[in-house]
């Protein structure tokens, strides 16, 4: 690790399966950043929520579980999850096919939204804390609202029958298109491409090509800036 010259900020937006969580741990360890998936973010609270009995049709629901739960940092290697009353959900319980079918709807919802804006954004002071030369964030929303002014924004997306391949490839039941047609209509911070982003089609190539193209554009931005 190192504390030395410029701290970066690097956002990766795109829909669900471009590829923006591998992308973003192989550029975290070649570029010395610390990780941030703010999908898993969502997951958790999500988890949490479920399990508290709220109702993403009924928004009311989540007011009195969500002032419940503490949100806090644990890292885990390079990559900070967000930790809940202490706790990190296993991945097991965050991607099953119950929380897949609820994310989106949860996450449409604007006091859910505002509650994780100030955690989501202290994650670069946690970076710093740990030494680390930079953040790399990932989700829908941070090169558009998280961090608009990001110096090194991204924006994945590949085709459907692509990114639908690499999510069976894991073992995952998931709605790639229904959950995107969510994220892209929902009225706060919707899944767009940030403008002044670079877009990216990761369909044609494999991660390690996709990875150094990303690092070689950040590392000639540097150099230029
Ligand atoms: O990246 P993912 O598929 O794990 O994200 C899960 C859901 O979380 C996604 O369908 C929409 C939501 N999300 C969001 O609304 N904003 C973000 N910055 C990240 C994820």
Known sequence: ????????????????????????????????????????HYRTLTYALLAAG???????SISDPLVALSLDTLLEGRSAKLSINGIVPADADIRSPEVNGAVSKFAALPSLRSHLFEYQRSQADVARAHGYAGLIMEGRDIGS?????????FFLHADEATRAARRAKEGQTDSIAARDRMDKS???????????????????????????????LIESHESHS
């Open 186 to 216: 929902r009225k706060t911070a919707p899944l767009v491409c940030p403008e002044g982003a670079t877009q990216i089609d990761t369909a044609p190539f494999t991660l390690e090509e996709v990875i150094e193209q990303i690092a070689e």
């Open 1 to 40: 690790m190192s504390s030395s010259g410029n701290f970066k900020i690097i956002t990766m937006d795109g829909g669900a399966a471009v590829g923006k969580s591998s992308t973003s741990r192989g550029l975290a360890e070649r570029l010395d950043l610390m990780h941030v998936d703010t999908g898993a």
């Open 54 to 60: 709220a109702d993403p049709e009924h928004p009311e």
């Open 145 to 153: 609202i998280i961090f608009p002014y990001a110096e090194h924004r």
